[in-house]
Structure formats: C-alpha cells, structure tokens
C-alpha cells in the first residue's frame, strides 16, 4: 500500500496531515507535481517532478496507483480513473470518492465546465477552511486505518 498525493492544488496542511501520518506508519508516500515541491527527509517520502502540461502528473498518478493505494486529490476525472481500480480516493476537503458517487460528481463537474466554456459564470470553489481540514483528518484516518488493516 502506498500513499499518493496530487501536489500540485493539495494545500499545505493536507501535506503536513499526510507527511505526519506517513513518517509514523512508515508508509511510502509519493507527492507527484509539475513544479518543485518540499518534502522533509524521510525514507517514506517522496517527490516526483513531472513535466509541465496538462493532466501529466494525473497521468503519472493512474499510471501507478494501484488497487489499495490512498489518492489524495482534487481532479474528479483523475479520481474518476483511480476509483475503478480500486484505489481509495479522497479530496483534500475530506470527500471520499466511491463507485457509487464518482459518476455523478464527474457528470457535475463536466456540466460546469461545459456552462463555463458557454460563457456562464460560475462560482468558484469555497475557500480552504479548518472545518474542510478536519473533515479531511478524520476520512483520511479512516480510510488508513482500513487499508492497514485490511494489510495486516
């Protein structure tokens, strides 16, 4: 089992949620970005540069992710991707994606882009609040819990 992180939009408390529970469950992590990205020493930490361009490092994540592995990440298409294969996928504002919920948040999402490239204004996403960082601490702890239990 591995974490993987969308580095690129994952905020830094996430990162510092993520890096915390790694470092103590020895878990490897790999944080996947197109820019540079700190990452404390650690052998169970990682980061992947990949080039610019989009979905790349999307790409990368579908690429290697597999069954059992925790997804952190905001791109509902990517998630979309990994939740078939069975990986464990959850946002950064605490949303676990889940056979039975990913179609329709995907089909939500394509319509707004769909109304924005119309022309249409939507609002965008709320600012990152305490209560999204809980939200996701504690679906994260669960979700982590489960797969190591599940690999033990």
């Given at each position: 089992?591995?974490?993987?992180?969308?580095a690129?939009?994952?905020?830094?408390?996430i990162?510092?949620?993520?890096?915390?529970?790694?470092h103590?469950?020895?878990?490897e992590?790999?944080?996947?970005?197109n820019k540079?990205?700190?990452?404390p020493?650690?052998?169970?930490l990682?980061a992947?540069?990949v080039?610019?361009?989009?979905?790349?490092?999307?790409?990368?994540?579908?690429?290697?992710?597999e069954?059992?592995?925790l997804?952190?990440?905001?791109d509902?298409p990517l998630a979309?991707?990994l939740v078939?294969?069975?990986a464990?996928?959850?946002?950064v504002?605490?949303?676990?994606?889940t056979?039975?919920?990913?179609r329709?948040?995907l089909?939500?999402?394509?319509?707004?882009?769909?109304l924005?490239d119309t022309?249409v204004q939507?609002n965008?996403p709320?600012p990152f609040s305490?209560?999204d960082?809980q939200?996701?601490a504690?679906?994260f702890?669960?979700q982590?819990?489960?797969l190591?239990?599940?690999?033990?």
């Amino acid at each position: 089992m591995k974490i993987w992180v969308d580095a690129d939009a994952c905020p830094g408390e996430i990162k510092e949620i993520i890096i915390k529970a790694a470092h103590k469950r020895c878990i490897e992590t790999i944080f996947v970005s197109n820019k540079n990205i700190y990452i404390p020493d650690s052998p169970y930490l990682f980061a992947v540069k990949v080039s610019l361009g989009a979905d790349v490092a999307d790409n990368y994540i579908t690429e290697h992710a597999e069954k059992n592995d925790l997804v952190i990440t905001q791109d509902i298409p990517l998630a979309a991707a990994l939740v078939p294969k069975g990986a464990v996928v959850i946002s950064v504002h605490g949303v676990l994606f889940t056979p039975s919920n990913i179609r329709e948040r995907l089909s939500v999402r394509n319509f707004m882009s769909d109304l924005r490239d119309t022309g249409v204004q939507t609002n965008g996403p709320k600012p990152f609040s305490n209560k999204d960082k809980q939200k996701f601490a504690n679906t994260f702890d669960q979700q982590l819990f489960k797969l190591l239990k599940f690999h033990t």
